[in-house]
């Protein structure tokens, strides 16, 4: 199949609960092209560098998502356009985040990152940080970023019971924290719950996903 078809099965498989992010890393912009062609408009990169060199590139009327570990010296280089990050996983990258977009008076949408999976070397926050970044003082005086949700990348195992159980603790937390809306400040606001990637989509869909990262089921093997 091609690449128009491979999005439109997998927007009908993951349809209305979930939104498909084409997850273009490596991949040309010719590739990218094709899938705009046929009306895909939502692509993630994990390289601000990459995403930069496609967005200067492609159409300006594309929804582009930070899906990859973000230091704070690159947000500069995307504050002006880029859709949604979904890898903060500290108090120091948010305000650089809220401090580039104040620049380019926008609001940025944000991801906290979690932690779920069972290997060392994935980043993100563990829940105790995550609720003390929650109800810091810090994040109420930021004005440019709206912390609309979670991310969270399962362990990269074949286990599935393994994957539905770490998909299904970030929904719990997920709905834990949404009941507690009333202790955040207004620049929070949950809706999103980012996990589900090639090989587990279908799974993360029916443990709550909104939004699946996927690359390789599109686009081939990289
Ligand atoms: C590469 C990547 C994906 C997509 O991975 P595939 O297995 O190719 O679908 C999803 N999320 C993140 C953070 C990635 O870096």
Redesign the pocket.
Known sequence: MGIAENIQQIVTEISPAARLIA?T?TKPVEMLMEAYQAGFKRY?E?KVQEMVGKYEQMPKDIEWHL??HLQSNKVKYMASFVAMIHSVDSLKLLQEINKQAAKNNRVIDCLLQVFIAQEETKFGLSEEELEELLVSEELKSMQNVRIVGLMG?ASNTDDEAQVRLEFRGLKQLFDKLNARAADFPANVDFKEISMG???DYLLAVEEGSTLV?????IFGS?
């Open positions: 997850v890393k993630g994990n899906i990859g990348m990637m090639s090989g990262r996927v690359g390789s089921a990289r």
